[in-house]
């Protein structure tokens, strides 16, 4: 079992910044792969942006050049720089985790409340 523990979400102004965090603990594949994910109200959970255990990115279009996804050197926390945040941004931000192994075990967040004012 994983746990994901995530924090940082909050209100903001357009135009404005935030740092969410997510610290993994338990059962970690050395190769895996987490991610933020992200659902507005009435709409589907969209992805964000993904980090792989060898630090390969990949990002929503909609956020390139804007968010920037990091992980520690112990590689079990996973961090979401989101500059220049739109009212568009606004969601939850949910944090994955998918092992890389033959079960291929994903694992989810809570959830943290992202809001950006216009």
């Known amino acids: 079992q994983v746990q994901l523990v995530e924090s940082g979400g909050g209100l903001v102004q357009a135009g404005g910044s935030l740092r969410l965090s997510c610290a993994a603990s338990?059962?970690?594949?050395?190769?895996?792969?987490m991610g933020w994910y992200r659902q507005a109200p009435g709409k589907q959970r969209e992805l964000v942006a993904l980090?792989?255990?060898?630090?390969?990115?990949n990002y929503a279009d909609s956020v390139k050049g804007r968010f920037t996804i990091s992980r520690t050197s112990a590689k079990n926390t996973v961090y979401l720089r989101m500059n220049s945040l739109k009212p568009e941004d606004t969601a939850i931000y949910y944090c994955?985790?998918?092992?890389?192994?033959?079960?291929?075990?994903?694992?989810w967040g809570q959830g943290t409340q992202v809001t950006v004012s216009s």
């Open positions: 994955n985790l998918l092992n890389l192994n033959v079960n291929r075990e994903t694992y």
């Open positions: 338990g059962n970690i594949f050395n190769s895996n792969r």
């Open positions: 980090i792989t255990s060898r630090n390969s990115t």
